[in-house]
């Protein structure tokens, strides 16, 4: 489980806004084309903060889809990247787990095991994403989404508590 692969991890929680010069990488589903269009909106948002930032899709295939490739700002994992446990594996998703990002997100709006592992396993300085009670123990600020609310409700507030975090009054 992801939760107790993480609990043993060893690691200084450093509250990060969204500020310049800052990194921030963006777990998403990438096989939802609603989902993958808010994401790549939000990446140009953070670029326009001057934060550079890396968005690693899931797609729920076997294979990559047609006509996609990665680029800049985005790269990908599927299917076949899982193990019989589900856990990530493969040079994307190590890279992804090895980088000291500033800051980590979770889009997942429902309990998604192979971003729980990556969380759990990432060297990122702050972790952000949905209440989850199982998984509470993987992030250092956690939104809570009410029943029938979106992605976009979700984002928008990780961007509202973000922006107001000063490291110095905590």
Same mark, same amino acid.
């Given at each position: 489980?992801?939760?107790?692969?993480?609990?043993?991890?060893?690691?200084?929680?450093?509250p990060?806004?969204?500020?310049?010069?800052?990194?921030?990488?963006?777990?998403?589903?990438?096989?939802?084309?609603?989902?993958?269009?808010?994401?790549?909106?939000?990446?140009?948002?953070?670029?326009?903060?001057?934060?550079?930032?890396?968005?690693?899709?899931?797609?729920?295939? !076997?294979?990559? !889809?047609? =006509?996609?490739?990665?680029?800049?700002?985005?790269?990908?994992?599927?299917?076949?990247?899982?193990?019989?446990?589900?856990?990530? =594996?493969?040079?994307?998703?190590?890279?992804?787990?090895?980088?000291p990002?500033?800051?980590?997100?979770?889009?997942s709006?429902?309990?998604?095991?192979?971003?729980?592992?990556?969380?759990?396993?990432?060297?990122?300085?702050?972790?952000? =994403?949905?209440?989850?009670?199982?998984?509470?123990?993987?992030?250092?600020?956690?939104?809570?989404?009410?029943? =029938?609310?979106?992605?976009?409700?979700?984002l928008?507030?990780?961007?509202?508590?973000?922006?107001?975090?000063?490291?110095?009054?905590?």
């Amino acid at each position: 489980m992801a939760s107790k692969a993480g609990a043993s991890q060893e690691r200084e929680v450093v509250p990060v806004s969204f500020s310049p010069g800052k990194t921030c990488a963006i777990l998403y589903r990438a096989y939802d084309e609603e989902e993958s269009e808010l994401i790549r909106k939000f990446v140009k948002y953070l670029r326009d903060y001057k934060l550079t930032v890396l968005a690693l899709g899931y797609y729920d295939t !076997p294979k990559m !889809p047609e =006509g996609v490739n990665p680029k800049l700002e985005f790269d990908y994992f599927t299917k076949k990247d899982l193990n019989l446990l589900m856990q990530p =594996g493969g040079k994307t998703v190590a890279n992804f787990i090895e980088e000291p990002y500033d800051i980590l997100i979770d889009t997942s709006m429902e309990p998604f095991f192979p971003f729980k592992y990556i969380v759990s396993h990432s060297n990122a300085k702050f972790r952000v =994403g949905r209440q989850e009670l199982e998984y509470s123990n993987l992030f250092d600020m956690m939104i809570k989404v009410e029943e =029938g609310k979106d992605l976009k409700y979700l984002l928008r507030h990780i961007d509202h508590y973000l922006n107001i975090i000063n490291k110095e009054t905590i």
